[in-house]
C-alpha cells in the first residue's frame, strides 16, 4: 500500500518555507505521495446554500478561508523532491478555463519527472463558481466532463486541435507535454460521479466512508468499467483519511488497515489540518510513518 501526506499549504504555516521542508521531510521519511487541495475562497455568508459542500447553514472550516494555491504548493514540493508523487486532492477544473488548466498541469508533471497525480472534482461551492468559473453551476458535471476532454487533447500529440462550440482549438502546438501519462482519478460518489470514473478515471478518489463500503463500491465501479469494455483492474481507489486532531493518528492507522483489507492501495492522510505548525506536523508524520510499516508489509 502506498501512503501519502498532505503539504502544509493554509496560512498557519511559514508558507515561504514549510512547504519545502516539509516536502523533503516527508520524502525522507519514506512517504510515496505529497498531496495539495483546492479553495477558491470562505465567504462571509455562509446561510442557506452558502454552506458547507451546499448543506443550509453548516459553517466551513476556518482554513478554506487560509489555503494557498494547490499547483503552487505542489511546485515547490516538487522542486525538492526526488520520488515523491504529487496528488491533487482535489483539484476542481470548472473553476478553471480547460487549456490554460491542463498546460500547467502538463507542465507540473514534466517538471517533476512524470509524478504528478490529476485528483479531480467537479466541485460544491456556488460562491467560487460565481467568483471564477466560465459555467454556472448548475453545468459543472459537463464542465468537468469538458476537461477531460480538453486535457486529452492537450495532453496528446502535436498538432492539438479540438472543438465543441465553446471552445476551439485551431491545429496548434501546446507544449510541454506531460512526462508519462497522467493518471486521472476523480472524487465523488454520486450515480454520475461514479458513472464518469467507469468510463473514462484511472481511479476514484472518495473520504469519509466507511472501508466496507469502499471495497463494495469498487467492485461496483469494476464491474461498470468492464461494461464499458475496459480492464477492470484498471480502476483503483486513492483513500483520503481525514485527521482533525493528532490525538486520533491511532484511529488513522486502524482505518489504513481496514481501507488496506478492502482492495484500497494508496491512501493519504490529512494531517496539515489537525497540527498547528511546523514541528508538530513533523513530529505527527514521523509517528505516523513509523507505526504504518507492518500495513505496507502485510498488504
Not at 46 to 72: I, K
Not at 217 to 237: C, F, K, N, Q, S
Request: glycine share 10%; net charge negative; no cysteine.
Amino acid at each position: 500500500m502506498k501512503i501519502g501526506v498532505n503539504l502544509p499549504q493554509t496560512t498557519n504555516y511559514d508558507l515561504a518555507n514549510d512547504v519545502t521542508t516539509f516536502a523533503r521531510e516527508a520524502e525522507r521519511l519514506g512517504y510515496d505521495s505529497l498531496w495539495a487541495y483546492d479553495r477558491l475562497l470562505m465567504p462571509e455568508d455562509q446561510s442557506g446554500a452558502h454552506g458547507l459542500y451546499g448543506m443550509p447553514g453548516v459553517p466551513w472550516p476556518v482554513r478554506y478561508g487560509e489555503t494557498t494555491d494547490p499547483l503552487v504548493t505542489l511546485t515547490l514540493a516538487a522542486a525538492v523532491t526526488e520520488r515523491a508523487e504529487l496528488g491533487t486532492g482535489v483539484l476542481v477544473p470548472p473553476l478553471y478555463t480547460p487549456v490554460r488548466l491542463a498546460k500547467s498541469l502538463a507542465a507540473l508533471d514534466t517538471a517533476s519527472g512524470g509524478r504528478l497525480i490529476a485528483g479531480l472534482g467537479a466541485g460544491w461551492s456556488s460562491d467560487e463558481f460565481e467568483a471564477a468559473a466560465p459555467r454556472p453551476i448548475a453545468e459543472r458535471g459537463a464542465a468537468l466532463d469538458e476537461f477531460l476532454d480538453v486535457a486529452a487533447a492537450v495532453w496528446g500529440p502535436d498538432p492539438v486541435t479540438y472543438g465543441n462550440g465553446r471552445y476551439r482549438i485551431a491545429p496548434a502546438r501546446i507544449n510541454p507535454k506531460p512526462a508519462r501519462r497522467i493518471p486521472v482519478v476523480l472524487g465523488g460518489a454520486s450515480e454520475a460521479a461514479l458513472r464518469r470514473i467507469a468510463r473514462r478515471a484511472d481511479g476514484w478518489l472518495p473520504t469519509g466512508m466507511p472501508a466496507a463500503r469502499v471495497g463494495e463500491t469498487l467492485a461496483r465501479l469494476r464491474e461498470m468499467a468492464a461494461g464499458h469494455g475496459r480492464d477492470p483492474y484498471g480502476i483503483g481507489v486513492i483513500f483520503q483519511v481525514g485527521v482533525r486532531d493528532l490525538t486520533q493518528l491511532e484511529r488513522a492507522v486502524d482505518d489504513i488497515a481496514a481501507l488496506a483489507e478492502a482492495g484500497v492501495e494508496h491512501v493519504y492522510v490529512t494531517l496539515p489540518s489537525a497540527a498547528n505548525h511546523l514541528d508538530e506536523l513533523l513530529e505527527a508524520a514521523a509517528r505516523l510513518r513509523e507505526a504504518l510499516p507492518a500495513i505496507r508489509q502485510d498488504h
